[in-house]
């Protein structure tokens, strides 16, 4: 790092600042929840700034979110089967599990107002359509 760069200032410091571009990679990061469309999150330079690849963003994470509820309640093991099969089997699962969650997370810490929506929203969906006695099988619950 150039020494004559100033420090990018911490999200914890009382700066009255919310925007800091990096002096390496020109790009926009914030420190508080933001409302537009111009952001970065999960790859570099993506969504960009149109309106569609946002919009497709929004839609990424959703189903992420979606997904990470869809895989918390998988239960693909039979009783009486290997049960070494089945742990192994398992843990797949839960990777998967958790490295979407990660990215739903990674997703959210880019500060949008509108990714947070859609990952608060698709993991109501994903609990409803997922977990909730109403689309399950099991109404005792």
């Given at each position: 790092m150039n020494p004559n760069t100033p420090p990018l200032p911490m999200a914890w410091t009382n700066s009255n600042e919310t925007t800091h571009i990096h002096p390496r990679t020109h790009h926009l990061f914030h420190l508080?929840?933001?409302?537009?469309?111009?952001?970065?999150?999960?790859?570099?330079?993506?969504p960009g700034n149109s309106r569609g690849m946002y919009g497709l963003?929004?839609?990424?994470?959703?189903?992420?979110?979606?997904?990470?509820?869809?895989?918390?309640?998988?239960?693909?093991?039979?009783?009486?089967?290997?049960?070494?099969?089945?742990?192994?089997?398992?843990?797949?699962?839960?990777?998967?599990?958790?490295?979407?969650?990660?990215?739903?997370?990674?997703?959210?810490m880019s500060y949008n107002g509108g990714v947070f929506l859609a990952a608060i929203l698709g993991h109501a969906v994903g609990y409803v359509v997922f977990r909730s006695p109403i689309f399950n099988k099991d109404m005792d619950r």
């Open positions: 508080s929840f933001y409302w537009g469309r111009n952001t970065l999150f999960l790859f570099p330079n993506w963003g929004l839609i990424f994470v959703f189903v992420l979110a979606i997904l990470v509820e869809f895989f918390s309640n998988l239960k693909l093991v039979k009783p009486g089967s290997n049960r070494a099969a089945a742990v192994f089997f398992q843990a797949g699962v839960q990777a998967v599990r958790a490295g979407f969650a990660y990215m739903v997370m990674l997703a959210v």
